[in-house]
């Protein structure tokens, strides 16, 4: 079992759309979680990340971390066609060295 | 800074032929990863080095090798490739795993390098 289960995709709405983006994790050691966004053909970029208990705002997206349901998610609010790429959820690298760590990826396609 | 720099792009090999990708990064990285992207299985760890001179294993390591010579440099060997490696390799580093308080565990990873073995 990984340690990082994440929904799987694909994913497709309208532009405007909320999108919520889930993960769970089992390891109530984590810290912190991190939001990887990966566009087609591209490597993995640190989104934003947030610490294991609340909330973390910036711009359009929120992620949203509950450590008694070890419930791990991100929002985007008013999707942009631009927001069309895989997100990652993941704790940091230095957690759990040796392990990939990282969720599978949900894939989302925002139409215009 | 050019950050992690993957190469070739994009390899064809034949099975059993051996090739190496090369990774090399430019912010004086301790920590540097190889990883392996396939659809429905996510990324999954080939090797990791905590600093020059020390590799170690991931979690799918039979048909690889690495070393670290220098902080800048990982390179991911095939030895003789078959089909089942044909996927999307993925350089990534970070700062040193014993941690700084600025360190956040993010990895920054390269574009890429897409292998199909025939």
């Known amino acids: 079992q990984k340690e990082v289960e994440q929904d799987p995709g694909p994913l497709s709405v309208p532009e405007g759309a909320i999108v919520s983006l889930n993960c769970t994790y089992s390891?109530?050691?984590?810290?912190?979680f991190m939001w990887y966004r990966q566009y087609s053909r591209k490597g993995p970029e640190l989104l934003m990340y947030?610490?294991?208990?609340g909330n973390k705002e910036d711009g359009r997206f929120t992620a949203q971390v509950d450590k008694s349901s070890k419930y791990i998610s991100l929002f985007i609010r008013d999707s942009q066609p631009s927001d069309s790429a895989t997100y990652l959820c993941?704790?940091?690298?230095?957690?759990?060295?040796?392990?990939?760590?990282f969720g599978d990826g949900t894939t989302l396609t925002v139409k215009p | 800074n050019a950050g992690v720099t993957q190469t070739p792009k994009f390899q064809v090999l034949k099975t059993g032929q051996s090739m190496t990708l090369q990774c090399a990064q430019d912010?004086?990285?301790?920590?540097m990863s190889w990883y392996r992207q396939d659809p429905g299985m996510g990324l999954r760890l080939i090797h990791y080095?905590?600093?020059?001179?020390?590799?170690d294993q991931g979690e799918v390591p039979n048909g690889y090798n690495v070393s670290r010579s220098t902080t800048e440099d990982f390179p991911l060997r095939l030895l003789s490739a078959a089909p089942s490696q044909t996927s999307v390799y993925f350089c990534?580093?970070?700062?040193?795993?014993?941690?700084?308080?600025?360190?956040?565990?993010?990895?920054?990873f390269g574009e890429g390098s897409r292998l199909t073995v025939l």
């Open positions: 993941a704790p940091p690298y230095n957690t759990n060295a040796g392990k990939s760590t």
């Open positions: 990534a580093s970070s700062y040193s795993p014993r941690g700084r308080i600025a360190n956040t565990g993010e990895l920054f």
């Open positions: 947030t610490y294991s208990s």
């Open positions: 080095s905590v600093g020059a001179g020390i590799t």
């Open positions: 390891n109530s050691a984590f810290q912190y």
């Open positions: 912010m004086n990285h301790e920590y």
